[in-house]
């Protein structure tokens, strides 16, 4: 089984992900990144190659940080430990520090017990799956391991998280004064530094999930819990909502009635706010075939092009870096803002989105009604032979059978699961009643025909 999933690696601490593997992902990771052209300019300059190292508060995190710097030292890379703070802000300090590369310990919106590892590469992009796989291999072969005044030297980053503020601020528009906003930071990498960010830019700020013990993370709060915050909302009398989730590369909101908004109608609301002032790169917003079809919708109303990934903020990363488009993202919160940050930031994301706000001088839910969300039901079919749901014609008949009777008005998805024997059944319709009884109906087809 592959080591590395859509985001790294990821699994119970002390489970599938040890000490023992962190250190050596860690070491595996010196070797493969260590021979680009830019890190030999440097080992040919005398220099030692340096990685940015941070984590989520997650109690597991201590000691696998350690490991990862352990390693990375071993193998002759000089860390700056930044300590808790959000995976963007790792992100933006690699490119900020020219880094050679960086290693954030999170498992995201996991519980507490799971933890994970995610390495970018020089500047703060992601690493492609080819170079995953490198250093899975390069897990089995020889290390680095120099000695003397060549192993690598292990420093506290003191100033990262007053960098990643700066930047932020910086990004802004304008600013968010006569705005309150709560916000809900899961207990997680962003709660020390989003009140901060959010009273510095201007805004009143109520904060909940904030007290991260090392066991508390996502426990109830965050952006997969969003009913505390909603809550906190409507009876504090608050503009907004905002949610992060344990490692703050994802934005959920909530407006003064308590409505979740997720991230479809973020984007949209961003898109046609970058349209306007001429900052939406070909006019161009990046999304999954997740994205709900009143996204497209919008979009096409407001003259702007929807382009589709396959799901995973990678693979829309992976598009806009390669056609230089502004803004993209998932519905489930991770959206990414080229012109200021190399993954999803959801600290960046809700500020510009509460800044949207105060320069419009309207609600949340005036901004949101430029998409109508349509009923979407998911279902997962299990245990069924994947592989064969794009060519099996039975399955195909029925599906283009309930995209005639759906139309213009509603939409049919079906995807096999990357690691499970499943296949998922996505449909979109006008009412909830009619998404629901055709996705009954593609499911009851699929497992009829792909049956083990």
């Known amino acids: 089984m592959a080591l590395f999933g859509t985001d790294g690696v990821r699994g119970l601490a002390n489970g599938i992900l040890t000490a023992d593997l962190a250190l050596s992902l860690a070491q595996a990771t010196a070797v493969v990144l260590g021979q680009g052209r830019t890190a030999e300019a440097r080992k040919a300059q005398g220099k030692r190659l340096t990685a940015v190292v941070a984590r989520d508060p997650r109690v597991s995190g201590e000691f696998l940080a350690a490991a990862v710097s352990a390693g990375l030292a071993s193998s002759g890379v000089d860390v700056l430990d930044a300590g808790v703070i959000p995976t963007p802000a790792l992100a933006f300090l690699v490119a900020d520090r020219d880094a050679d590369f960086g290693v954030m310990v999170s498992a995201s919106h996991n519980p507490a017990p799971d933890n994970g590892i995610k390495i970018f590469a020089r500047g703060g992009v992601k690493l492609p799956d080819v170079v995953e796989q490198r250093i899975e291999s390069a897990m089995s072969g020889e290390k680095l391991l120099?000695?003397?005044?060549?192993?690598?030297?292990?420093?506290?980053?003191?100033?990262?998280?007053?960098?990643?503020?700066?930047?932020?601020?910086?990004?802004?528009?304008?600013?968010?004064?006569?705005?309150?906003?709560?916000?809900?930071?899961?207990?997680?990498?962003?709660?020390?530094?989003?009140?901060?960010?959010?009273?510095?830019?201007?805004?009143?700020?109520?904060?909940?999930?904030?007290?991260?013990?090392?066991?508390?993370?996502?426990?109830?709060?965050?952006?997969?819990?969003?009913?505390?915050?909603?809550?906190?909302?409507?009876?504090?009398?608050?503009?907004?909502?905002?949610?992060?989730?344990?490692?703050?590369?994802?934005?959920?909101?909530?407006?003064?009635?308590?409505?979740?908004?997720?991230?479809?109608?973020?984007?949209?609301?961003?898109?046609?706010?970058?349209?306007?002032?001429?900052?939406?790169?070909?006019?161009?917003?990046?999304?999954t075939v997740m994205s709900n079809l009143g996204l497209h919708i919008a979009m096409r109303e407001h003259g702007i092009t929807v382009r589709q990934t396959a799901v995973g903020d990678r693979y829309v990363l992976e598009d806009m870096n390669a056609n230089g488009y502004a803004l993209g993202g998932e519905q489930s919160g991770h959206v990414i803002m080229s012109e200021f940050a190399t993954t999803g930031d959801g600290l960046l994301t809700g500020l510009h989105l509460v800044a949207e706000m105060a320069r419009q001088k309207k609600t949340l839910a005036e901004l949101a009604s430029v998409m109508t969300v349509y009923p979407q039901v998911l279902t997962n079919v299990r245990d069924v032979d994947k592989d064969r749901v794009a060519d099996d014609e039975g399955v195909q008949d029925a599906v283009r059978a309930v995209e005639k009777a759906l139309g213009s008005t509603g939409r049919v998805l079906l995807r096999k699961s990357g690691t499970e024997a499943l296949v998922r059944v996505m449909v979109e319709a006008a009412d909830a009643e009619s998404a629901q009884a055709y996705a009954q109906q593609l499911a009851d087809v699929v497992k009829d025909r792909l049956a083990l």
């Open 146 to 287: 120099p000695t003397g005044a060549s192993v690598g030297r292990i420093q506290r980053f003191s100033d990262a998280e007053d960098r990643y503020v700066v930047h932020l601020l910086g990004s802004l528009p304008n600013r968010l004064e006569g705005l309150h906003v709560v916000l809900d930071c899961a207990n997680g990498a962003a709660a020390g530094v989003s009140p901060e960010t959010f009273r510095d830019a201007g805004a009143e700020v109520t904060v909940i999930g904030a007290d991260p013990d090392g066991m508390n993370i996502n426990d109830g709060v965050g952006s997969t819990h969003l009913d505390q915050l909603a809550e906190a909302v409507v009876r504090l009398g608050a503009d907004v909502g905002i949610a992060h989730d344990g490692d703050a590369d994802r934005c959920l909101a909530v407006d003064a009635d308590g409505n979740a908004i997720d991230g479809d109608q973020i984007m949209a609301i961003l898109a046609i706010a970058m349209k306007d002032r001429g900052h939406l790169a070909e006019d161009t917003l990046v999304a």
